[in-house]
């Protein structure tokens, strides 16, 4: 690991209802549920996200909306608004964009609330503040002009930085030093590295693994042989290494939305209207994050029998081109307009 860079992991808190916390102060203190209706416990679709007093009662995001109204009935459930979300979303990245510039140092965006900054050692020195200062001053710029608060972790790569944002959220600050990487992994569950999931978790049981210490004490060859070359991976996250490089404006690898239908439905009157809002949107939120061009456009659809589908076309593709887009999507998503359908979505990436 290199110990000149310090790298800065950006995540906003609860970043949809945040948006709309500021939105409505008379909602303050309450819980808030943003995503599908709940239609008083019948609704479909999920939850995309919501703020920490409504986590207090067991609600997270992709949890059925259904559950959600039972786990807190009483909770402001909203619906997504993605035009203020872009809007807050691209206002944070160009702070942070000119926060990388004034110390030299080099920002990616990752996800619509996230974003890396990489420091040189030697730039930050120039005017001589501490990583936590550092941290302190993008937190304090994101609430002064957006009101919403983030999270900030700092660590010697992407992965130990990432950890560090989580580590105290909401509106938390987590430095951690190259050379108390260990002593900061060791403890955690092994489902707080990145890429570990349930099923790698229910893996690793039979290994006795569940702290990133007890990951630790297995052997690389026997990950390998459990796992191929996830496994070497495991073995690198356990002990924080991670080669990576932030790779400057073209971490974000795609841009989507979805829509889950109140019933299931083949009436191409009922899903084509909402087909282009969300083609329309994802342009929207693509070009307010600054990519004008991108090579690849997706369809998704989800039949009433859960059985996905997703088709995609190559180009070279500009936001600038809604119309075209529109059309293309639409030969995308025609053919599987014959079965009763659940769900749509539509995606652009490759920029
Ligand atoms: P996250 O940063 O994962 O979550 P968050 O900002 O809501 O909460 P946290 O404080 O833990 O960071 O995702 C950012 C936004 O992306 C989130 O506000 C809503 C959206 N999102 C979804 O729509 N569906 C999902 O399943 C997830 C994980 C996020
Ligand atoms: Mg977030």
Not at 43 to 67: E, M, Q, W
Not at 149 to 155: C, E, I, K, N
């Amino acid at each position: 690991m290199k110990e000149n860079r310090t790298i800065f992991h950006i995540d906003l808190d609860a970043f949809f209802a945040s948006c709309e916390e500021r939105e409505n102060p008379q909602f303050l203190g309450m819980p808030i549920v943003v995503g599908a209706d709940p239609k008083g416990g019948n609704g479909r679709g999920v939850v995309s996200t919501a703020n920490y007093s409504a986590r207090k009662f067991g609600i997270h995001s992709a949890l059925p909306i259904s559950r959600a109204w039972h786990l807190c009935p009483t909770a402001i459930f909203l619906p997504v608004n993605s035009t203020l979300y872009s809007r807050v979303s691209s206002s944070v990245m160009k702070i942070l964009k000119s926060t990388a510039q004034k110390y030299n140092g080099k920002f990616a965006q990752v996800g619509i609330d996230e974003a890396y900054i990489v420091l040189e050692a030697r730039s930050r020195t120039i005017s001589n503040p501490s990583a936590a200062a550092v941290a302190k001053e993008i937190k304090q710029k994101i609430f002064k002009q957006e009101k919403v608060t983030a999270s900030v972790g700092v660590g010697p790569n992407m992965l130990i930085a990432k950890i560090a944002s989580d580590f105290q959220k909401p509106n938390g600050i987590t430095v951690v030093n190259l050379k108390d990487v260990q002593k900061f992994l060791d403890p955690m569950s092994i489902r707080k590295l990145p890429g570990i999931g349930p099923k790698t978790e229910y893996d690793l049981k039979k290994f006795m693994v569940q702290t990133v210490e007890d990951l630790r004490k297995i052997p690389q060859s026997t990950l390998y042989d459990e796992f191929g070359q996830p496994g070497i991976s495991l073995y690198e996250s356990a002990r924080g290494i991670d080669h990576r490089v932030v790779d400057e404006e073209r971490e974000t690898k795609s841009i989507s939305e979805e829509h889950t239908f109140e019933h299931d439905t083949d009436s191409a009157q009922e899903i084509l209207p909402i087909f282009f809002s969300l083609v329309k949107n994802v342009l929207n939120t693509t070009e307010r994050g600054g990519y004008k061009n991108f090579k690849t456009v997706t369809i998704k659809i989800r039949y009433s029998n859960f059985k996905t589908h997703t088709k995609s076309k190559s180009g070279a593709y500009s936001t600038k081109d809604s119309d075209k887009i529109e059309k293309l999507a639409l030969q995308l998503l025609w053919p599987f307009l014959n079965k009763k359908i659940r769900l749509i979505g539509f995606r652009v990436s490759g920029f």
